[in-house]
């Protein structure tokens, strides 16, 4: 296959996938690093590198955006951050220890997990009655939009949710993703912290992470540019399109689609780790 | 309902958000700017190419430190021109790091001052293999 088809098809997929990661609020890199393993025999080291570029690009695209709007805790991101930094340091070292196999039967259960998170509908957005010492010594709780005014919300949780965004930033570090559905847990349900917020921090977060062990990638020759060129382009276009849609579109349907064909790609990420293919 | 007295909402530092979103867009909007154009100018000078991405076997891309990423945009090697690009876009949330430092300081929160240099330094960890 030519360098031009090869590239064509990669911002084709790349475009879909960001398109339907928006959409679904799984992110782009759950698909693209089977897509680039799977279907273009791409080592898997490669796939995550690209995976990781348009990582950032569709991260700080999206949160110019929230972060204007006011979604954004922007402490609650800089203390996390602390954690999910390291953790990508962490994850991006192993990346370079652990065999191509191991990696992908990782990347595959961890895909399964977001899958299944993705068809988690109802969140609780009540909030945390009583802020822990912790969240206000740290000055994490705030206010945001809601019906015209400015909602007050109290954070708990904070030490377990710090511990659980290291293991999300080892994630991002190790495999290329933004680990979302990690984060959202830590933030959504153990930090109590209101729904919108959390996915609008989380985000704002992702890009600092994933440049925490671009760094490396790039170091260690596994960022290509003629790879990474039209997967950044092709999420990056593909997200901000989604990302308009979002408003008007009715997301449970195509929710449900995709963690299925997630599902389907974790599986099989997973049979080819373990049988060497990878 | 969350009673207002118990927990008084935290003023937000609204010229800080505004400051930080425009350097987001404005740093993706760049690199993505330079990527495409170095992908065109990549694709036009090697689109007929035949490429084998299936292992590491050659030891990756040898465009891994910015001396030399940079040294060959100034030659206008087009894959050198995209790694650039990556290299802004990288640079985009480190660039919102080293912003939100200044807006801590200029509200006098150290401990966020502190956080924000913990940050700093684990960044500057994982980019330090870039020197050369």
Redesign the interface.
Known sequence: ????V??SLLFAGSLLAGLLGALTGLGGGVVIIPLMTLA????I??AIGASL?SV??T???A???Y??E?Y?N??IG??L??AT??G??GG?ALAGVLSTGVIAVVFGFVLVSSALQSLRASHDDS?ALQ?DGAALR??L???YPLDGR?????VTGVAPGFGLMIIAGGLSGLLGIGSGAVKVIAMDRIMRIPFKVSTTTSNFMI??T???????Y?????????????V??GV?AGSLFGSRLLVAARTTFLRRLFALVVFVLAVEMIFNGITGRI | M?D?QH????D???A???V???L??I??IV??VV??A??VY??II??????D????QD???????IPLILRGAFEFRA??I??TG??L??????L??VF?LF??ARQR?W??VA??L??LC??A??????QT
Do not use: C, H, K
């Open positions: 296959m030519s360098y031009i090869l590239s273009f025999g791409i080592d080291r490669y570029i950032i690009a991260s700080s695209g949160a110019a955006a972060v204007r006011g954004t922007i402490r800089m203390f951050e602390v930094t390291a990508a340091l991006a909030g802020p740290l000055g709780n705030g206010t400015r909602q007050p919300y109290n890009g600092v994933a440049a925490a062990s671009a760094g490396i790039i170091a260690r020759g596994y960022i290509v540019p003629e790879l990474a060129m039209p950044m382009l990056l | 969350t207002e927990t008084p909402p935290p937000r530092d609204e800080l958000e505004a930080l979103g425009n987001l867009r740093g993706v690199a993505a990527v495409g170095g992908g990549l694709l090697r689109g007929g190419w035949i490429p991405f299936r292992s590491f030891g990756g891309s040898p465009l891994r430190s894959d050198a995209v790694q990556l290299l876009l990288i640079a985009t949330p480190v919102r790091v939100s807006g801590f929160d401990l966020y956080l924000t913990i940050v684990v960044l960890v994982g980019l330090s293999g870039l």
